[in-house]
């Protein structure tokens, strides 16, 4: 089955400066698409950003991602992050592998806290 | 305004003890779905359904029942609780179709512990 692998748990950057959160991810199908999600504290995940075309950048809210197939990842990247920022972000993956149904395969998460 | 509902939003359970979760959404979709989150683990998905009368087993089903009685709720059992069963518990609302098709809107959550 699909997978999807954020390899950092939490993120520390300080405000103003850029900060990329990494997403890879494995799967036997072609057709793809990626949703970056973000929850602030005690909130639901809410949907930040999509894409299913390669090498096409995403933006949305300052942060943007690039769907590689060929190096499968979908890495979230922003210029200059905001104490606002401050979340868990997670990755995500739909694929045929899920017979069409929709489902997501999610990534661990990762938390990025900004810093003053 | 479209959203999706859980209640109750917090629950303390005795071991052993019964727990129905529950689920309501007006976005007019027919797929749902129970995650629960844990640090670590991320979302996990515990079953879905693609509409009214339908329910299947995700990835960690084992100790949860869902029931979806109609297009708008979708809820979560669990006949004997247990400890381990301490979480938070999401439920997400999507539309049918392909994959670009597969975001999901998600509720405010569910704090269970069970003791």
């Known amino acids: 089955g699909d997978s999807v692998t954020q390899t950092e748990g939490l993120v520390t950057v300080t405000e103003g400066l850029p900060v990329m959160l990494n997403c890879t991810y494995q799967?036997?199908?072609?057709?793809?698409?990626f949703f970056w999600y973000v929850q602030y504290l005690n909130e639901a995940p809410k949907l930040l950003l999509r894409?299913?075309?390669?090498?096409k950048r995403t933006e949305h809210q300052g942060f943007h991602a690039t769907l590689h197939k060929s190096s499968s990842s979908f890495h979230l990247q922003k210029s200059s992050v905001q104490l606002s920022d401050s979340a868990l972000y997670y990755c995500?993956?739909?694929?045929?592998?899920?017979?069409?149904?929709?489902?997501?395969?999610f990534g661990q998460g990762t938390v990025l806290s900004v810093i003053p | 305004e479209a959203a999706v509902t859980q209640s109750p939003r917090n629950k303390v359970a005795v071991t052993g003890g019964k727990v129905t979760l529950s689920c309501n959404q007006t976005?007019?979709?027919?797929?749902m779905y129970w995650y629960r989150q844990d640090t670590g683990h991320g979302l996990r998905l515990i079953h879905y359904s693609y509409g009214a009368g339908s329910t299947e087993k995700g990835d960690i089903p084992d100790g949860y029942k869902a029931s979806r009685p109609s297009q708008e709720n979708f809820s979560l059992i669990l006949e004997l609780a247990t400890p381990s069963q301490t979480s938070v518990y999401f439920c997400?609302?999507?539309?049918?179709?392909?994959?670009?098709?597969?975001?999901?809107?998600f509720g405010p959550g569910t704090r269970l512990t069970v003791l």
């Open positions: 995500a993956l739909s694929s045929m592998a899920t017979g069409g149904n929709n489902k997501l395969t």
């Open positions: 997400a609302s999507g539309d049918a179709g392909g994959i670009n098709y597969a975001e999901q809107f």
């Open positions: 976005n007019n979709h027919n797929n």
């Open positions: 894409s299913s075309t390669d090498n």
């Open positions: 799967t036997a199908y072609s057709d793809v698409a």
